[in-house]
């Protein structure tokens, strides 16, 4: 029904840039929030970057400063610019969206198919 389409992967080297972008297929009455986790083999699945409803944002410690979370209210798109890139955010990147479908819905997590970054040295 929902599903959360994500682009914008590739493999780039070390200090270079991506743009991950994350969308519904579909209409979705409200969003409480949008993050983007990423999972590199073998390790837990973290929390990169949040933003609220509000606008209001938070990033791990590991990415302050180089990563930024945005979004497009219109399209309900949530974008992951990533710059000065490093071999250890080498992952794959989700998006994560708290959603209402319609009005009356209960919150409802949805999560993107991932999209695979790769940082070279």
């Known amino acids: 029904q929902v599903q959360l389409v994500e682009s914008g992967g590739g493999l780039v080297q070390a200090g270079g840039s991506l743009r991950l972008s994350c969308a519904p297929s579909g209409t979705i009455f409200s969003i409480y929030a949008m993050d983007w986790y990423r999972q590199a083999p073998k390790k837990q699945r973290e929390l990169v970057a949040r933003i609220t409803s509000g606008g209001s944002t938070n990033y791990a410690d590991s990415v302050k400063g180089r990563f930024t979370i945005s979004r497009d209210n219109a399209k309900n798109t949530v974008y992951l610019q990533m710059n000065s890139l490093k071999p250890e955010d080498t992952a794959v990147y989700y998006c994560?969206?708290?959603?209402?479908?319609?009005?009356?819905?209960?919150?409802?997590?949805?999560w993107g198919q991932g999209t695979q970054v790769t940082v070279s040295s």
């Open positions: 994560r969206v708290d959603a209402l479908r319609y009005y009356g819905d209960r919150p409802s997590i949805y």
